[in-house]
């Protein structure tokens, strides 16, 4: 059974930063493209970045500069580092994998997801 569990949200002040981990259990998705959405209430889930096995990574426009999406084939691990966050980015934030190797940023071309990890910026 595959697993996507994240970890590492919580609360930060605006301009702060946190790191979050997402660890896959089940099968290995070393040639998978993983990447992050987040959700706030009240709004659709958003694309946030996402990296395909070669390690090309691609990024939502909102947060080029301030996020890095990197990943840790032998843990089977990916990670979001968030730098200078903002209060309007408050949201429940998830992890994914695709079976294909190549990214997306349509969440509907996911094929797995972690239950989420929220992340709370106060002003």
């Known amino acids: 059974q595959v697993q996507l569990v994240e970890s590492g949200g919580g609360l930060v002040q605006a301009g702060g930063s946190l790191r979050l981990s997402c660890a896959a259990s089940g099968r290995t998705f070393s040639r998978s493209a993983m990447g992050w959405f987040r959700q706030a209430p009240g709004k659709e889930r958003e694309f946030v970045a996402t990296?395909?096995?070669?390690?090309?990574?691609y990024y939502a426009d909102s947060v080029k500069g301030r996020f890095t999406i990197s990943r840790d084939k032998a843990k089977n691990t990916v990670y979001l580092q968030m730098n200078s966050l903002k209060p309007e980015e408050t949201a429940v934030y998830y992890c994914?994998?695709?079976?294909?190797?190549?990214?997306?940023?349509?969440?509907?071309?996911?094929?797995?997801w972690g239950l989420g990890t929220q992340v709370t910026v106060s002003s």
């Open positions: 990296s395909n096995w070669t390690g090309n990574t």
């Open positions: 994914a994998a695709r079976q294909a190797s190549y990214t997306s940023n349509l969440a509907v071309n996911y094929d797995y």
